[in-house]
């Protein structure tokens, strides 16, 4: 017997919960290090935008699509869509899925570096490049904490919708600003942190009419706010009816870069401060997400004062960031297996077995790992364009009027949503092209070669094989995903 519907107890709970999904690692190890890199002030201005015209757009069709359709990505896809598109709902979910199965392992990392700073292992004369490269070179490691990070998920989402996600997150997300504000606090008190201020809020119209930083800035956007990845949709399955679609994506949106804003604030005037030179802070903001996080902060912590007590208070934050937005990502599997007619219970307990499983090779290795960051990351553009398309096909001023707009809304929107949602697709093209576009410069001698860690050919031979699974899947998908599917969305009130 299918599970009763299960509801956050309040708006607030669901935007609570929603934040919390939306805030992850990349608010925290990758937005001060684009920011940096890309005119800081600048950079903000137009990420701003770029949530207006992009994110919030994508995050209100999802709640619409998600709160209608009442079930898991696929079951909701065939209702909204049609039949003969739940392929596209399945596409959804796997991206997600296929995420979280390495997602977990960056998690995993951060839990160990939690353990690490309560140990007191960042002191001075420490090697943090060894120490990096020591964790990650050891299967055993790296697999056991990727193994906690999906039992921490599994905790949570084992114990339901109320009582576990919105119980939780409402603990993480507060947790994770305050954190952050104090390691900001900290971080502005110290001699010279005024450049990495200068950093983060400067502004140059150099930067502002060079197309590369509009294009960092909207695929920040995109990753950073969950737009188009299957998440909010999942979350809004269980939203109340009556929850306004509009003023909640506002919030969740523009709260998960107030809170990316905050992380830089944290993290840039420590670099500047405490980097010996110049050209080691610029070398650091230059070494990737992981350099930046695991390596260069670590080692910074050790000369900073009192930076024992703030190493903790910084990968303490990561984890945070780290758990709340994987517990949304197994949501996913997790409501897609209910729709199905499975009780939560089991649903929890094989998609976090699957996801554990699945994520051990990217756990015993850091280059299949990147390959899947990759691969799927950029997957994700795809996935906007599908949720754009979707209101497409249902009709934009519909959605807008009936669903957005629906009685008793509290914030009504205009038809500037109906603009932005048919732009919505030339822009995410633009910005898939542009990574296309890299990876062909990156191997320009064999970009076409699946087995190249980050060619083209590794992208598309692996999308062009999950689609068409899906596709002659189709009517597998939608009879056993959505039993009792009617093709009709129930309408919002």
């Given amino acids: 017997m299918q599970d009763k519907q299960q509801f956050f107890t309040s708006r607030m709970g669901f935007i609570v919960a929603s934040i919390a999904m939306a805030v992850g690692t990349g608010n925290i190890w990758r937005f001060p290090r684009v920011a940096a890199a890309n005119g800081g002030g600048t950079f903000i201005i137009i990420l701003l935008l ?72 960042f002191v001075p004369g420490v090697d943090t490049n060894a120490l990096w490269e020591t964790f990650t070179t050891n299967p055993r490691e790296t697999i056991f904490y990727h193994f906690l990070a999906m039992l921490a998920a599994f905790f949570v989402i084992y114990q339901g919708v109320a009582k576990g996600i919105e119980r939780y997150t409402k603990i993480f997300l507060p947790l994770l600003a305050l954190l952050l504000v104090v390691g900001a606090v900290r971080a502005l008190t110290l001699p010279g942190a005024g450049l990495g201020v200068q950093y983060l809020f400067s502004f140059d119209m150099e930067y502002f009419i060079d197309p590369h930083t509009w294009l960092e ?90 930076g024992a007590v703030m190493a903790v208070i910084f990968f303490l934050g990561l984890a945070f960031a780290g758990i709340s937005s994987l517990i949304s990502m197994v949501e996913v599997g997790v409501a897609n297996l209910v729709s199905a007619g499975w009780n939560r219970k089991k649903a929890a307990f094989y998609t976090v077995l699957a996801g554990f499983v699945c994520g051990i090779p990217s756990a015993y290795s850091l280059n299949f790992f990147e390959n899947q960051d990759f691969v799927w990351g950029v997957a994700l553009l795809i996935s906007g364009i599908f949720t754009a398309v979707a209101v497409m096909k249902y009709g934009v001023e519909k959605v807008r009027t009936k669903h957005i707009n629906h009685e008793g809304a509290l914030m009504k929107i205009g038809k500037w949503y109906n603009l932005f949602i048919y732009l919505n697709p030339v822009i995410i093209l633009t910005i898939l092209g542009w990574w296309i576009y890299q990876s062909i410069g990156w191997y320009p001698d064999n970009w076409w070669n699946p087995f190249e860690m980050l060619s083209t050919g590794t992208m598309i031979s692996q999308w062009g094989l999950v689609i068409i699974i899906f596709l002659m899947a189709n009517k597998w998908l939608r009879r056993y995903f959505n039993p009792n599917g009617t093709g009709k969305l129930t309408g919002s009130s």
């Fill in 217 to 306: 800035a909207f695929t920040q956007a995109a990753w950073s706010t969950g737009a188009g990845w299957a998440l909010l949709m999942t979350y809004s399955i269980y939203s109340k009816p009556k929850d306004d679609v509009g003023s909640s994506m506002f919030i969740v949106a523009y709260a998960d870069i107030a809170i990316a804003i905050v992380a830089g604030l944290a993290i840039l005037p420590t670099v500047f401060a405490m980097a010996p030179t110049l050209d080691y802070a610029n070398e650091a903001l230059a070494s990737g997400n992981a350099g930046l996080t695991f390596i260069y902060m670590s080692e910074l912590f050790t000369t900073m004062p009192g």
């Fill in 50 to 121: 770029a949530v207006l015209v992009c994110s919030i757009p994508l995050l209100m069709s999802e709640m619409v699509i998600g709160r209608n359709g009442r079930k898991g990505t696929i079951g909701s896809y065939g209702d909204f869509m049609g039949k003969k598109y739940s392929w596209i709902g399945a596409w959804m979910g796997f991206v997600c899925i296929a995420i979280m199965f390495y997602y977990s392992v960056v998690t995993g990392w951060t839990i160990k570096y939690v353990i690490l700073a309560i140990q007191g292992k």
